[in-house]
């Protein structure tokens, strides 16, 4: 994490539909976000903040629940920084 830095967009590049969520069995999105940034929620749900997104795709990959994940790169400009040392 010390050697990438993020560009916020406004705009959330992915969104995640808690009513779909809710009927998951697997919460596969929880475990294998490698930045750990989906989070149970009490009512069944799933929490997503994509501010520390690094743009792999592993959650659109693993989600088991079609249409509970919708997974577009951020906009121009804005998204995960990775630095050359």
Do not use: K
Not at 5 to 16: C, E, N, Q, S
Not at 41 to 66: A, K, P
């Amino acid at each position: 994490m010390a050697t990438v830095d993020f560009r916020v967009g406004a705009r959330a590049h992915i969104t995640v539909d808690s009513e779909v969520c809710r009927s998951c069995t697997t919460s596969a999105c929880v475990t294998a976000c490698p930045a750990n940034l989906f989070a149970p929620t009490s009512d069944g749900g799933i929490l997503f903040n994509y501010e520390e997104c690094f743009e792999c795709g592993t959650c659109y990959m693993v989600c088991n629940s079609e249409g509970a994940i919708t997974w577009t790169y951020p906009d121009g400009g804005q998204g995960v920084v990775f630095h050359h040392g």
